[in-house]
């Protein structure tokens, strides 16, 4: 049994495909998604384990959460935490320049991966709670270039989380995960750019220098997840938008959205969505 899956959020499939909350948990079951999470605690104490792996959650912890890693996490009896949590489409951040600045050892990493999550103390504490404030008060707004001033803000946020990490080791948490040979987060964005092509363990093997074995062990261990499954997951997710946007015959979304055999694409899609493809068009065209 899989974790709970999330592929959609408020504006996911906008222009702009970012989403902002403030709200208090006591406490949030294990899941995983397809898209980054940013989050910043703002009151409250707590545990929360990404990859099976535990860290403290207090007042000025920042997590950076890359799409498809598992965690779950939960408050101390008797408090909540309160955050400000973000999710958006990693290619907010790939896009562009600002890939090359950066931006591509942060979300993909390197031979050392940074932390996953940092925590700000004194003054900058009250420096990254008006840097978040700010974010929130724009992302409640409707002005003028809205989209222009959160991306700003946002890579501010990032920039933040980046120095904070990078500050000598009596401020800094250490990420308690073990290092791999091969870091699996450029397959993982070549999949996730690619998944419309014909990918197998094999052609990623040969394409990242890795051995099979090696490649399907560290999909399991990263993500939680066979990477069968994690390719079927991206292309039903296609396959969802054009049963909804198109009067394109079944068949036709199964080839379209990456499955070279129907009766392979009708059970991943029952798996995941617990319908056949005709039944979800027709619950879709009835809600809206």
């Known amino acids: 049994m899989y974790p709970q899956y999330l592929f959609e959020y408020p504006n996911v499939e906008t222009d702009f495909p970012f989403y902002m909350k403030k709200k ?37 912890t920042i997590v950076l959460l890359l799409p498809y890693q598992v965690h779950e996490y939960e408050a101390t009896p008797g408090e909540k935490l309160q955050m400000y949590i973000c999710n958006f489409d990693m290619k907010l951040l790939t896009a562009g320049p600002e890939s090359a ?94 998944y419309l ?11 990242f220098q890795m051995h099979p074995s090696q490649l399907s062990t560290q999909f399991g261990t990263e993500l939680g997840i066979h990477f069968v499954d994690f390719l079927h997951e991206i292309r039903i997710r296609h396959a969802c938008s054009l049963l909804i946007s198109s009067d394109m015959p079944i068949s036709q979304v199964a080839y379209e959205s990456g499955f070279s055999s129907y009766p392979t694409f009708s059970r991943a899609f029952h798996r995941m969505k617990g319908m056949s493809p005709r039944d979800y068009r027709e619950q879709q065209g009835r809600e809206r």
């Open 24 to 60: 208090k948990y006591t406490s949030v079951p294990s899941h995983r998604h397809d898209f980054i999470e940013l989050s910043f605690v703002l009151e409250g104490t707590g545990k929360e384990r990404i990859n099976g792996t535990e860290h403290d959650l207090l007042p000025g």
């Open 101 to 194: 600045w950066g931006l591509h050892e942060l979300l993909f990493g390197s031979d050392n991966p940074r932390s996953t999550h940092i925590r700000l103390e004194g003054h900058d504490f009250e420096e990254g709670l008006r840097l978040w404030e700010r974010l929130y008060r724009e992302y409640e707004s409707s002005k003028a270039w809205k989209p222009i001033m959160l991306r700003a803000l946002l890579f501010e946020t990032l920039a933040q989380f980046v120095r904070g990490s990078d500050e000598p080791e009596g401020r800094r948490i250490e990420d308690q995960r073990p290092n791999s040979a091969k870091n699996i987060w450029p397959i993982v964005q070549h999949v996730y750019d690619h």
């Open 197 to 207: 092509e014909p990918l197998s363990l094999t052609s990623l093997s040969e394409r």
